[in-house]
């Protein structure tokens, strides 16, 4: 686990609370570590300024202008507003080494980090749409 400790308060519910607070495929994201299919989710087009937040619980993780065309069709950022909103989580699912990345309030699945774009812009934040919940700039 990589991060800053998050010092804000804890959302802990039981799975079933999750289950009627979230439409059925943000559950199977958020809280089974699904993902959405790429170019399907609200957001990996979205070019409007604003906010992204964690779907499951609203604490807010990205801003629009560390947002970029990975071309993946996910929603790709540069780097989160600050380290401690995010934990990451060494996953070797699928037969691979990755970087999970879940919400440090709720602990919903976000999606993964990459190292694959230039240092000097940061890492590519790669998102499920389906875990975020955007608020545009007034």
Request: net charge positive; charged share 30%; hydrophobic share 25%.
């Amino acid at each position: 686990m990589i991060t800053e400790e998050y010092k804000g308060e804890k959302v802990e519910k039981s799975d079933q609370e999750w289950k009627s607070s979230l439409s059925d495929q943000a559950y199977t994201v958020l809280r089974k570590k699904g993902t959405e299919r790429a170019f399907t989710g609200a957001y990996w087009d979205e070019k409007r300024p604003g906010v992204y937040c964690c779907g499951g619980c609203g604490l807010p993780l990205f801003t629009s202008d560390e947002k970029f065309d990975s071309g993946t069709g996910w929603p790709s950022y540069y780097k989160p507003i600050s380290k401690n909103r995010v934990i990451e989580i060494v996953d070797t699912s699928h037969g691979m080494i990755r970087r999970e990345v879940v919400c440090a309030k709720c602990n919903g699945h976000l999606g993964h980090v990459f190292d694959d774009v230039p240092k000097s812009k940061g890492e590519r934040y790669c998102m499920n749409s389906i875990s975020l919940k955007f608020t545009p700039d007034k």
